[in-house]
Structure formats: structure tokens, C-alpha cells
């Protein structure tokens, strides 16, 4: 099996005003693209080691620089937080984002 090459070129998760994160960033794919492409938001408290999917964006849209993804989930303390992509097909690989720390 040949797996395509995939990875996020970036993530970003921010506390707005209100205390929601907004969580976002962007999967490329070097040759074949896969359709739909699910992005699960992960998060993780402070302190703890379990990661928990929080929100599920059901297909990423291409931008014209990548395929975007954007996601705002409220009530959520002191964390880290990324983006995974569970791959398909057999020939996507379950990636994940860098990991951002949002107080």
C-alpha cells in the first residue's frame, strides 16, 4: 500500500471574548484528495493526559491554500488543543496538528 502524503501546515486555537476557543487551521494533500475530509478538534485539560474529541467539522473546504477547517466550542478551562485527521481508504494516514496551549 502507498499511503499519500497529508499534513496540516497549520493550527491555530484562541479564547475569544466570550471564552469559546476558536480552533482552526488547514490538511494538505500532495496528489490524490480524499472526499469528505473530517476533522475532529481535539482538547486535553491542564493536568491530565486523555484527549477528547470536542468538535467534528464534517468536511474541510478547499481556500485556495489548503482545506480549511474552523470550529468554536464553548466552556472549555486551561488546555491544549489540536486537529486530527483518522485518514481513509487505506491510503490516508491518521495525522494530527501541533499541539497549541490555550489558557
Known sequence: M???????????AARDPSGAVNASG???????TPW??????Q???SGTEKWTTVATVPNAE???TGYFFSATVADRPAGAWRAFYEGQ???????????VLVS
Not at 469528505?36 to 478538534?41: E, F, G, L, M
Open 2 to 12: 502507498v499511503y499519500q502524503p497529508i499534513e496540516f501546515t497549520d493550527f491555530t
Open 26 to 32: 488547514h490538511l494538505r494533500f500532495d496528489g490524490r
Open 36 to 41: 469528505p475530509i473530517p476533522v475532529q478538534v
Open 43 to 45: 482538547f486535553r485539560a
Open 62 to 64: 478547499w481556500d485556495g
Open 89 to 99: 481508504e487505506k491510503q490516508f494516514r491518521p495525522t494530527y496538528s501541533t499541539t
